[in-house]
């Protein structure tokens, strides 16, 4: 299943559509990560401002995104941290880094992950 994701992650990056803030904004995301849990989540608020909640501890950060569809993380980090952001439809999101083919983050939407995830990961 992990495999599966990550190929379709990709054909994301080269077919998926550009991310719009409405979307963003929309759901909080859940985030299947390297140890093939999801145990991580992120909200993105219209105020500019992200919280990712993991393991009972949150980190926020601002963001912001560009009209070529940049997310940059804004805070105390230097250079901000930088992805391309493309969707499938409203339900999964890929974040890939700039210039390179890796995938920084999958996110999906609860309707998603339960449908298409847990019963694969647990």
């Known amino acids: 299943m992990f495999e599966y ?4 992650s990709m054909d994301i990056i080269f077919f998926g559509k550009k991310i719009s803030r409405e979307l963003l904004i929309a759901n909080p ?13 992120y909200s993105f608020f219209e ?3 992200s919280v990712k909640s993991e393991n009972g501890e949150e980190l926020e950060l601002d963001w912001r995104l ?11 980090i230097d250079p901000p941290l930088r992805f391309e952001v493309k969707c ?8 890939k880094y700039p210039g390179d ?19 694969f990961l647990n």
């Open 5 to 8: 994701t990550n190929q379709l």
């Open 29 to 41: 995301w859940h985030c299947l990560t390297e140890t093939r849990k999801i145990d991580a989540y």
């Open 47 to 49: 105020d500019g401002t």
């Open 66 to 76: 560009t009209p070529e569809g940049i997310l940059e993380f804004i805070d105390d």
């Open 88 to 95: 499938l439809g409203n339900q999964m999101i890929v974040f």
């Open 101 to 119: 083919n890796m995938t920084g983050l999958v996110l999906f939407t609860e309707e998603k992950a339960k449908e298409v995830l847990i019963p």
